[in-house]
């Protein structure tokens, strides 16, 4: 009972997929699931990473680069690099969990993360 169950389960639920030669083809009908299709262009993520880095209030907009790093050439604190992620975080609409916000510390590491971020819009 339960086997065929789960057989009636599955039938409904799997994508038939089509072999045509060495290639699988997904049908045409079957739209993908993700909610992100358009990703960012790193131009648009370099510009409006380096638009919160400037208008952070102890930061001197003419020394921001997008390989600026946040302590040793803007003399930032950590405390300061924590309010950035967070403004990182709300700008793109994503959130960075602890372990990965503590890796980003400079511009380059933030547009790096960012754009590789599937989520990030």
Same mark, same amino acid.
């Given at each position: 009972m339960a086997s065929a169950l789960r057989a009636a389960i599955l039938g409904h639920i &799997?994508?038939?997929?089509?072999?045509?030669?060495?290639?699988? !083809?997904?049908? !045409?009908?079957? &739209? $993908?699931? $993700? $909610?992100?299709?358009?990703?960012?262009?790193k131009t648009q993520v370099i510009d409006r990473i380096l638009d919160i880095v400037k208008s952070f209030p102890k930061v001197d907009p003419s020394k921001v680069t997008p390989e600026v790093h946040f302590q040793k050439d803007l003399g930032l604190d950590s405390l300061d690099n924590v309010e950035i992620i967070m403004a990182i975080e709300e700008e793109f609409k994503l959130e960075i969990p602890d372990k990965e916000a503590d890796k980003i510390d400079s511009c380059a590491l933030a547009i790096e993360y960012v754009y590789n971020h599937p989520m990030a819009s």
């Open positions: &799997r994508v038939p997929v089509v072999a045509n030669g060495s290639k699988l !083809l997904t049908p !045409l009908w079957i &739209r $993908s699931m $993700s $909610s992100h299709d358009d990703h960012l262009e």
